[in-house]
């Protein structure tokens, strides 16, 4: 474990960060969201937003296209984001790919439950690759509640007999909004940046009226058969490291090309903190998954 990782754990707890992030609502917490590309990258990086049928998308460098396109679907469960760091993490990967880049900014619960957030994800893969902005080498990579939501996009892309990604990224995922693993129940406090009780309070908001156990909502009860190869990422102090798993597990029992990588007492989505060695160790094993 580096030196940067304890350091970033012990400051979370510090400085109560979970107590913080559970006693702001929704809306607050909405307040942090970059709907557009933060300065930095906007001055480096070409950017062009897009809208169709009510569904948003920026583009990162899409003068790359034809070197394919990276579609991502941020986290933040399933009510917030994009944050800045998650820009600068897909920023990184265009340019380090040479790749266009596509982030869904797709609707938020609870003003927007399911399915709106979905159907936005669909909207765009399903004009984008009609018109040819989407090329057929195109991936689809999602942090958190964007991991699940990735997957139910492929569930969906698939059953629509919509172009599918050639492969998938996956990191922290969240993919059993019943939360009924568990160990997670059992070991609320391993987790300095995930809190239990705003897990509860956003998949309820986020299901809405519908059924958690929808694969949809819940891919982890999909059928993941037909999937891409597909590279996950975890960390061993991630709340959500069983139901990764779970879903490792789920993927090896049908035949999935999937490649799980596990990183020691790393919390949740750590993948977005540059600044960590663990981090940029992760970041390079998806340029090489991507390239391979």
């Known amino acids: 474990m580096s030196f940067q990782n304890t350091f970033v754990k ?49 583009w990162l460098n899409a003068e790359n296209k034809a070197n394919g396109v990276l579609v991502y ?3 933040g469960s399933y009510n917030a984001g994009a944050f800045k760091e998650q820009w600068q993490y897909l920023a990184e990967i ?48 999602g942090d958190s509640a964007g991991a699940g939501l ?7 892309l698939r059953e629509a007999q919509i172009s599918l990604p050639e492969k998938m990224i996956l990191m922290s995922g969240w993919f059993d909004l019943t939360i009924s693993i568990p160990e997670i129940r059992q070991n ?19 299901a809405g009226s519908e059924d958690a156990k929808n694969p949809l909502i819940s891919p982890l009860f999909g059928d993941v058969r037909a999937f891409p190869p597909t590279l996950m990422q975890c960390g061993t102090a991630d709340l959500l490291v069983w139901e990764n798993r779970k879903f490792y597990q789920k993927c090896l029992d049908a035949g ?6 596990e990183y020691p007492k790393l919390f949740h989505d750590f993948m977005m903190i540059a600044f960590l060695p663990e981090a940029r160790e992760a970041r390079q094993s998806q340029i090489e998954f991507l390239l391979s």
């Not at 938020?108 to 018109?131: M, Y």
């Not at 406090?189 to 309820?204: C, G, H, W």
């Open 94 to 141: 265009s340019e380090k790919m040479r790749m266009a880049a596509l982030l869904i900014d797709y609707k938020l619960a609870p003003q927007n439950p399911f399915p709106a957030g979905l159907d936005d994800v669909l909207i765009i893969v399903e004009t984008f690759s009609a018109t040819g902005d989407l090329p057929e080498k195109w991936f689809l990579l």
């Open 10 to 58: 012990a400051f979370l707890r510090l400085t109560n960060y979970k107590k913080r992030q559970a006693k702001l609502s929704f809306e607050e917490r909405q307040k942090e969201n970059l709907p557009k590309p933060p300065e930095d990258i906007a001055e480096k990086l070409t950017s062009e937003t897009v809208e169709v049928d009510g569904a948003r998308a920026v």
């Open 256 to 261: 999935v090309a999937v490649k799980y990588e």
């Open 188 to 206: 609320p406090n391993i987790d300095p940046m995930l809190t239990f009780e705003r897990m509860v309070e956003s998949a309820k908001v986020y």
């Open 73 to 75: 679907l941020h986290g």
């Open 150 to 156: 990735a997957v139910a996009a492929f569930y969906a």
